[in-house]
């Protein structure tokens, strides 16, 4: 994005970033460092270590095609390519201790920035890459210390907001069309497997405009929607039954409430906030317990860009960024706020927490033909969707964590929330979803 060839703004992300991520571990024990094998998460030490060994590789020790400069960290790179050392090895690197990761760290971290000020407008590209590459992780440890129960990192002290008095209620119907749909190519920043913008063409369409609740969910949970083999997919069906779910995997009934564990704590579940962590397969099954469905992609980028002016408006509500806590981004709040709060945030159409707050599900799978070649993939290979013959289920986006100053609408790498829509024509069709990590 535009910004981002601005090494001074590039700079302050950077320092931003990096403070961010090495928060969400700091306050671990060593005991809580050391975590079991599990295909989701990646040991807190080696996740570290790879995020700098990221930027190292590509913002100081990459010289175009002559062999890399060596690495402040001796023999980083079978260690920390993540291309290269499979998952289950990254639990066996006793050379990884805290102060030896923390010690590389600062390292490059000074020699990425001073590269920086060396840097052309050319090579910025990769100072942007590094930076999206580290919310991203980031965001993988905040879904690390949830999966395995840990405590919560320090919180901000900003209140909750409410959720607002006159909500946008019900859905939000578009009239369809084609339009065009992703990143174009020029200022903007672009992964590099991204496929840029291309026209597409969509059915009229109605979106809710607020996210799915806990409330409503827990009416599809009460109503026996986990034994109702009809609301579900034939996959969705065996991923329950093997999976002998009743309700989201953080939930559990207490004594006459329902509660939802939060990293290590469990809480009463809060009515009006979006429904989180849940799967592809239970968002449809709600869908059809509601007489809704998911929306396509397609979709949902039709309903963000509506009455947008596509050179100059960057957000759903249009250009300008909103004052601190008017979006949930920036980590500015230390939970989700509820779905009908924020109403400073909506879309021109007036479509709720579009940016910020959870991320959404869509029904889309993107196929192969839908991501090009990389021109880099080396540098993205465990980061987006390279070209894969596995078609993969797509969130669309709202990082809470992420920096507004420097949210992209489209972002292909950033999660986006889900959104259930009645396509107008089928008028039983109702519902959305939201998962949160
Ligand atoms: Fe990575």
Known sequence: MRELNDPTVLRAALI???????????HLAPAQLQVPHLKTVN????????????????????RGSGEPLRSRLPDSDPMLNSAIIPHAERWNLPRLTRESVSDYLHREFD??????????????YFFALSLFHEDMHAEAMLMTLQTLALPAPPAPQEPIPRPDPAPAAGDVAFEGGEFEMGSREGPDFVFDNELHAHRVRVAPFALAAVAVTNAEYLAFVEADGYAREALWSPQGWRWRAEAGATAPCYWRRGAGRWLARRFDRWEPLRAEDPVMHVNAHEAEAYCRFAGRRLPSEAEWEFAARADLDPALDRFPWGA???????VNLDAVYAAPVPAAALPGCDSRRGVRQMLGNVWEWTHAVRAVSRIRAGSLPRV?????????RAARRLLRHAGATGAQSLAQLLHPGAQRRLRGISNRRIALTKGRRTCWY
């Open 16 to 26: 931003d970033a990096r403070s961010r991520m090495l928060a969400l571990y700091d």
């Open 111 to 124: 020699d990425a920035l001073q590269a920086l000020e060396r840097s052309t407008p050319g090579s910025r």
């Open 320 to 326: 300008g960024v909103l004052a601190q806590g008017a």
């Open 380 to 388: 993205l290979g465990t980061m987006v969707q390279q070209p894969s």
């Open 43 to 62: 040991p807190p030490l080696w996740e570290r270590a790879h995020v700098g060994w990221f930027q190292e590789y590509w913002c100081v020790r990459r």
